[in-house]
């Protein structure tokens, strides 16, 4: 094949690779692209960079193996030189050892930097919520402690508040994952992991599973609907209103492996995440296992139980996580 | 009795679906088809003396090749059911069980039973002869690796239409892999199938390294080594760090599930979570083990086909080393999103690009090897340059998945599916290809037909892209792996079509390198120099197919690419021929045993698959009676008259 055909070839393919990239840029169905929320946002930001940052890479790479393989191509009359025997320069290694040095020092600050961000609240004015997340085969399960309310299989949260989400599962491992609203965290049975995500705007967000967990896996999505503080209030006091109390009994039913459709609960057992979590805790210390939420905020001020509930948060940084596998 | 026949039938044969019946009959059809050759033409004695009992790193490679080959064509039988499911919102081609099996298998497949043996081959093919080696350090050893690998593999296919594929991924996470929610023999098939070819890629491992550090020509200084075999020493150097973490990690698993412990069960003090980190503590040096030596056969081909020598040696060496080092402290970053510390995650993300750094600095070693040189665009380079910009936006993309926070948002979705299989295709199947090419007149004698494999090329190429750009794009849409069937209101469906249609274009690639092969048995270009390329190692300076005991008089290397200073030297005219003084060979004799002690195995494995521990207990019994005959046999080896030297060598058209 001539060197001109090859180099048509890698043409194509270097506008295909940029076809699609550029393509991943517009349209709303791109979630991970259009954040809609801190969380979501600074990960945004990462990505961008990320993406800058390999680039100055990339391209020059792709271009100079281009350029290298047409002029050296092995044809009768290339002028180009040929040094059979040129095999060292201390100084071109040199160079190519530290770009790539440069580049991973510059990514590592920030991805270092996002890493330790993203434990906290995203938004420091504005005290969180909680909300426990259940993974069961194969739905999610959703329990409001302050407002002793839940949910299955859809999600309703105040736009503009943060929520600090304890996850867990009563089945295999699952992950919890809103892309609009922010990177996922896996649900493990006897652990609580913690995520802070929030939605700026009222909208609907799509979720999902994304850890594989058998049969009905593919089947395990929900919304997150998103609305104004006062009609997430009204809701819940709709809800407090019109649907049945949750029992241990409709629990057990739940659990059971099936894909069901969503519910809603006026109210359900009280503790029941807690023992979830502490039916696998298998003797470890449960207030390491687990942290107690807040107590139900009823008419409380939830200024004081948010605060509480930050202290308890930086104490402990990572609720649930079992580190004797990582740390020691 | 008649009921309890057809119940027994039912739960051990896989049954109610005719895809499975499909293949059902055409193993059988397979089988009877074999024997029937094999007995018309009374070539029962042959396979048995000449291949089931070989010793030969030769012949050990074809059999790996071959094995390789196919299940590449059973792996990739499997993507193109998947890709079929996935081509149209909420097809009903297979249902959720028949897929989560399928894309089970295909992952392991091709780790496990297509990219590790067909590095195998590589190994067992090229290291001796570039070394300046008549063999292996432990033949009959290597012989047990192949027979150990290829009864594994058999055990884990059989699967198929026997009780029933494993379908808790490829790496089998608990507590999903627990018999709670995976009763059924699936899993076992799982575990025993690679716990058996685990050993013999361990026992690989070892022989490499040990041939390696042993067994060069004289003169040949680990600073003079060709880079295929450094590559070599990085890979087995994984291997017999990593291979028996898998070993214990199965080994576990599997006591969970047959005897009741709780290693890895959610309850009873049991942590699903230690598996995880077991598991990539061996999955991810193994990404590396495959992916190594591909490294290593770029810059073979880069030197050979450009004529120039390999640009930045001993910065090649020490990449290759760093990786080998560093491999082992970023397995965490397969779970960053379970929840631990920020210091942890800090840590294993930033461990995760350095490996980057010395694999671009690779990149920048095979541009530069090219610059200044001469390129000839035969096949093994159409692959070594297809490599670099593939290889090169997977690596991109793979730093990328390092950056911690991003990956909250990329874990799991198709954009790591995009990834890896970006690195996987085009490091290792781009680079074992491009040495298969390379490689092969030298065992067999023939060249493979170019345009054939251009034809194969193209397709590959363009396919590769087609396929798998949509599939980064399918992530930032929240597609996640491992979906059986999504809903048109996701968006998905264009990308997915796409997507299919590049899988396939990648399907008929495969298809004109099966023609390729086929055609050039009969129509390839002979030959007859035995350097077909213009190489610039020893296994160049003999004949092509090379000759059971490899080298006539073992060579004596004074530089780095001897063969080429060789041919230089002869060039101009200050060449020193030495004489050539032959003497007798010393070889080892062929055996039976690791093929029988391989059966055993199988045996073992699958009594313990059913739980039928007496299969088992006969397994093991017969097992320890080959170790034991073994070590008794005190008859091994055998020379090689200097007369049939000459013979062979002159029969081949050499004068010695």
């Known amino acids: 094949m001539s060197g001109g055909k090859m180099l048509r070839h890698i043409q194509f393919w270097i506008l295909a690779v940029l076809g699609t990239v550029l393509l991943t840029g517009c349209g709303s169905e791109y979630l991970v692209l259009n954040p809609k929320g801190p969380v979501a946002e600074t990960q945004y930001n990462l990505i961008i960079i990320s993406t800058i940052l390999v680039a100055v890479i990339i391209v020059p790479v792709i271009a100079l193996t281009a350029f290298i393989v047409y002029r050296y191509r092995d ?126 705007e009222p909208g609907t967000f799509a979720g999902f599973s994304s850890n594989f967990s058998g049969e009905g896996f593919a089947k395990m999505q929900f919304n997150v609907v998103a609305k104004p503080k006062e009609e997430f209030d009204n809701w819940v006091k709709e809800v407090k209103g019109t649907t049945p ?34 039916k696998y805790g298998h003797g470890h210390d449960m207030d390491y296992v687990m942290e107690k939420p807040p107590a139900p905020a009823g008419d409380k001020s939830s200024n004081e139980t948010s605060q509480n509930t930050q202290q308890k948060t930086e104490s402990h940084n990572m609720p649930g996580m079992n580190h004797s596998s990582m740390n020691h | 009795m008649w009921e309890n026949i057809k119940d027994f039938a039912s739960t051990f044969f896989v049954t109610g679906d005719p895809l499975i019946y499909g293949a059902d009959v055409s193993i059988v059809l397979s089988m009877v088809a074999i024997v029937f050759v094999l007995t018309k033409y009374k070539k029962w004695g042959w396979l048995w003396r000449e291949w089931l009992t070989t010793v030969d790193h030769k012949r050990i490679g074809i059999m790996y090749l071959i094995a390789s080959l ?196 959610m309850d009873g003090g049991g942590n699903p979570m230690m598996y995880l980190n ?53 397995w965490a970053h397969h779970f960053f999103t379970m929840g631990t510390s920020a210091s942890v995650i800090a840590f294993f993300a930033i461990s995760t690009m350095i490996v980057g750094i010395p694999t671009g600095v690779k990149v920048f070693n095979w541009l530069f090897t090219m610059y200044r040189g001469r390129i000839s665009f035969k096949q093994p380079m159409l692959w070594t340059i297809a490599f670099i910009p593939c290889f090169v936006i997977g690596g991109a993309t793979g730093v990328m998945l390092a950056v911690a926070p991003a990956d909250y948002q990329y ?46 090329f193209w397709f590959w190429n363009i396919g590769f892209y087609v396929c798998f750009m ?28 796409v997507s299919t249609v590049g899988a396939f274009m990648m399907g008929i690639g495969f298809i004109f390198q099966v023609w390729q092969i086929a055609y050039s048995i009969k129509n390839g270009e002979r030959d007859t120099t ?66 029988i002690m391989a059966n055993f195995w199988f045996l073992v494995g699958f009594g313990f698959t059913f739980g039928w521990v007496w299969m088992a207990v006969i397994g093991f019994i017969g097992v320890f009676a080959c170790m034991w005959a073994r070590s008794f046999q005190y008859d091994t080896d055998y020379y090689v008259p200097v007369e049939e030297v000459r013979r062979t060598e002159a029969s081949l058209g050499r004068v010695v």
Request: proline share 7%; net charge neutral; hydrophobic share 50%.
């Open chain 1, 75 to 200: 044809t009768p009359g290339n002028k180009a030189s040929y040094k059979p025997e040129w095999a060292h320069s201390t100084t071109l290694e040199v160079i190519w050892w530290i770009i790539p040095i440069v580049i991973v020092a510059l990514l590592g600050y920030f991805t270092v930097r996002d890493i330790y961000l993203l434990k906290e609240n995203p938004n420091k004015e504005v005290a969180p919520m909680t909300i426990q997340v259940t993974a069961l085969d194969w739905k999610w399960m959703f329990t409001y402690p302050e407002q002793n309310i839940a949910t299955v299989n859809h999600l309703e949260i105040p736009a503009g508040v943060p929520i600090r989400f304890q996850v867990s599962a009563d089945a295999p491992m699952n992950s919890f994952w809103v892309p609009e609203l922010g990177g996922q965290i896996y649900a493990m049975a006897g652990m609580a992991t913690e995520l802070y995500l929030q939605a700026d």
């Open chain 1, 245 to 278: 109390a949750m029992t241990k009994a409709d629990y057990e039913e739940l659990r059971k492996p099936g894909v069901t459709d969503k519910f809603t609960y006026s109210a359900f057992p009280e503790g029941m995440f807690e023992e979830i979590v502490a």
């Open chain 2, 70 to 265: 196919l299940m590449l064509f059973r792996g990739g039988v499997d993507a193109l059911l998947m890709r079929l499911q996935l081509a149209f919102p909420n097809v009903e081609f297979l249902n959720s069980d028949h897929y989560n099996a399928i894309f089970t298998t295909h992952g392991t497949i091709m780790i496990l039973f297509m990219a590790m043996p067909m590095m195998f081959a590589l190994f067992n093919m090229v290291v001796p002869l570039q070394l300046g080696a008549r063999d292996v350090a432990y033949p009959f050893l290597n012989a047990l690796s192949f027979w150990l690998f290829m009864l594994g593999a058999m055990l884990f296919n059989i699967s198929f239409v026997i009780g029933g594929s494993p379908d808790a991924g490829w790496l089998s996470y608990p507590p999903l892999s627990q018999n709670e929610f995976s009763p059924g023999p699936g899993q076992n098939f799982y575990i025993w199938g690679i716990q058996i070819s685990g050993i013999g890629s361990l026992a690989t491992g070892i022989n490499f390294i040990v041939t390696i550090l042993k067994m060069r020509a004289p003169g040949m200084k680990l600073s003079k080594m060709p880079l295929f075999s450094w590559s070599v020493l990085s890979s087995c150097i994984m291997i017999i760090f990593a291979f028996p973490i898998l070993t214990v990690t199965l080994a576990l698993l599997f006591l969970d599930r047959f005897a009741g412990a709780h290693f890895f069960t």
């Open chain 2, 278 to 330: 077991l598991i990539w503590m061996w999955g991810h040096p193994e990404v590396y083990i495959v992916v190594v030596p591909a490294f290593g056969i770029f810059s073979e081909i880069v030197a050979t086909f450009s004529r120039k020598k390999i640009f930045g040696y001993k910065s090649m060496v020490w990449a290759m080393m760093i990786i080998a080092v560093v491999s082992f402290f970023t």
């Open chain 2, 411 to 456: 874990h799991n979705s198709y954009f790591l599916v995009a990834h890896f299989h970006q690195v996987l295709i085009g490091g290792v199947v781009f680079g074992y290809l491009a040495g298969i090419y390379y490689w092969w007149p030298k065992l067999f004698g023939f060249k493979l037909d170019e345009k054939l494999g251009k034809w194969g």
């Open chain 2, 470 to 497: 949509p599939q980064y794009a399918l992530g930032f849409m929240g597609m996640t792996r491992r979906y059986y069937t999504y809903g048109w209101d996701r968006g998905w469906a264009d990308m997915n079509l």
């Open chain 2, 530 to 595: 035995g350097d077909p390329w213009n190489g610039r190692t020893l296994e160049w300076s003999i004949p092509s197919p090379a000759p059971f005991y490899n080298f006539a008089v073992v060579p004596q290397v004074k530089e780095m690419d001897d063969w080429w200073a060789t041919k230089e030297a002869k060039a101009n005219g200050t060449y020193k021929e030495e004489p050539a003084k032959l003497e007798p060979i010393h070889m080892p004799k062929n055996s039976g045993i690791p093929f």
